[in-house]
Nanobody, 128 residues
Framework: QMHLAESGGGLVQSGGSLRLSCTAS????????MGWFRQTPGKEREFVAS????????TYADSVKGRFSVSRDSAKSTMYLQMTNLKPGDTAVYYC?????????????????????WGQGTQVTVSS
C-alpha cells in the first residue's frame, strides 16, 4: 500500500511564495501519475497540477499556469509544487494524489476520481 504525506503549507501575503512537498511511502513503484488538488469549504476538489512519474510531464490548470510549477524527485519519491505570486483566491487545503495506471494521455486525468491514493492535505492561506 502507498501512503502520501504533504508538507509546506502556511500563511503568506499576496504576491508571496510557498513550496509544497508530497512524499510517497510504502509501495511507491506502481504509480504513473501524481497530482495536486485544492479544496475550500463547500466546493468540490479542484485540479491544480500533475506530473507523470517516469517522464516528468507536467499539466496545469489554467488558473495557476505561469505561477505554479510542479516537479518530482524520483529517488526521493517526492513531488513538489512551487507556488509564486500567490493570490487570496489560492487559499485552500492542498491535497497530494497518485494514480497507479494510466490508459490515456496524462493530461486527461484532472478529476478527483481519477486518483486512488490521497494525502491528508496541507493548509495554504494567502492574505490580502
Amino acid at each position: 500500500q502507498m501512503h502520501l504525506a504533504e508538507s509546506g503549507g502556511g500563511l503568506v501575503q499576496s504576491g508571496g511564495s510557498l513550496r509544497l512537498s508530497c512524499t510517497a511511502s510504502g509501495d511507491t513503484f506502481s504509480k504513473c501519475l501524481m497530482g495536486w488538488f485544492r479544496q475550500t469549504p463547500g466546493k468540490e476538489r479542484e485540479f491544480v497540477a500533475s506530473i507523470s512519474w517516469r517522464a516528468g510531464r507536467p499539466t496545469y490548470a489554467d488558473s495557476v499556469k505561469g505561477r505554479f510549477s510542479v516537479s518530482r524527485d524520483s529517488a526521493k519519491s517526492t513531488m513538489y509544487l512551487q507556488m509564486t505570486n500567490l493570490k487570496p483566491g489560492d487559499t485552500a487545503v492542498y491535497y497530494c494524489a497518485a494514480r497507479s495506471i494510466c490508459y490515456a494521455d496524462v493530461s486527461a486525468y484532472t478529476n478527483g476520481p481519477d486518483y486512488g491514493t490521497w494525502g491528508q492535505g496541507t493548509q495554504v492561506t494567502v492574505s490580502s
